[in-house]
């Protein structure tokens, strides 16, 4: 993807505040931070969402996000930390080269994800497992 923002620090045609990077993952800092500290993670090649990942780069993908984490912790000592990934325009994803979030997170720092409002009516939480379980593939 040429005109990927993402390809381009991979590949360090745009600029970026790198932390680190292995044969096929590369973190730098969030431009916009939720936080101070809050890193991105992604794979080198492009791919637009995380099931589109092949398992080995997806290993490689969590653990350069634990590492980076035990590093955020140590060195910022936020009082908690949240790790997520938005994948597709409905849930929130901004830029199409799929990454992960590290945001630490700090006393009455203000972010708010939504509450949970969803609850199961009888049954629903079985049929729902079942709908998954049916489609989980070794
Ligand atoms: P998304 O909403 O796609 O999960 O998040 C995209 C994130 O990428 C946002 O938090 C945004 O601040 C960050 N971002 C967008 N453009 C750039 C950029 O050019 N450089 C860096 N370092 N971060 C960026
Ligand atoms: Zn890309």
Redesign the pocket.
């Known amino acids: 993807m040429n005109d990927c923002?993402?390809c381009?620090?991979a590949s360090k045609e745009?600029?970026?505040?790198i932390l680190f990077e292995t044969e096929r993952v590369i973190t730098?800092?969030?431009?916009?931070?939720?936080n101070y500290g809050?890193t991105?993670i992604i794979p080198k090649e492009h791919y637009r969402e995380f099931h589109e990942i092949p398992e080995e780069i997806s290993k490689e993908l969590i653990i350069v996000t634990s590492k980076l984490t035990k590093a955020i912790l140590e060195s910022l000592k936020p009082h908690g930390y949240n790790i997520?990934?938005?994948?597709g325009r409905f849930?929130?994803?901004?830029?199409?080269?799929c990454?992960f979030?590290i945001v630490p997170r700090f006393l009455n720092d203000g972010f708010k994800f939504r509450p949970h409002p969803k609850s199961y009516k009888q049954n629903e939480m079985k049929q729902y497992g079942d709908l998954i379980r049916e489609k989980i593939k070794n």
């Open positions: 923002i993402f381009k620090i745009a600029p970026a505040e730098f800092l969030d431009i916009n931070p939720i809050h991105l997520f990934t938005n994948n849930a929130g994803q901004a830029i199409m080269h990454h979030h």
